[in-house]
């Protein structure tokens, strides 16, 4: 494993509606997917992230955790954590559920900031062209 550490700095947005562990987690995968974070990187300890977001410790552990019990991160005590050589692809009734919930937060969010589905959706196929048309 790598003693290097990580390319990361978590950043939180108190105003998302996210829970704090939830946006650690996100934050981490979109890390892995964007090849920030490649295996064996180390990410920053749970107190040093706690600290830096003046956060309970407890917050980044629970992230933590259940991104080891997901395979996307190891522990090893008294070394650190560190991303997973054994990344799991999910199933596709789990990648159907991470979409849903995906859209979820992403209209909820809208919603909240006073934006109609219509008007998302607008954006969505403004940037992306090639969304309306079926693969």
Excluded: C, W
Excluded at 64 to 79: A, D, H, P, S
Excluded at 82 to 93: L, M, V
Aim: hydrophobic content about 35%.
């Amino acid at each position: 494993m790598s003693n290097s550490p990580a390319s990361i700095q978590f950043k939180l947005d108190l105003q998302s509606g996210v829970p704090v562990y939830r946006q650690i987690i996100d934050q981490v995968q979109a890390g892995i997917a964007v090849g920030s974070l490649r295996p064996g990187y180390q990410l920053p300890t749970v107190r040093q992230v706690a600290v830096d977001l003046a956060i309970n410790p407890n917050t980044v552990l629970r992230a933590y955790r259940e991104l080891e019990i997901r395979g996307v991160l190891e522990t090893q005590q008294g070394t650190g954590t560190f991303i997973s050589h054994r990344q799991t692809t999910p199933d596709h009734s789990e990648r159907e559920r991470q979409l849903e919930q995906l859209v979820s937060e992403i209209l909820a969010r809208a919603g909240a900031a006073g934006f109609t589905l219509h008007e998302v959706a607008e954006v969505l196929l403004d940037r992306y062209p090639t969304l309306g048309r079926r693969r």
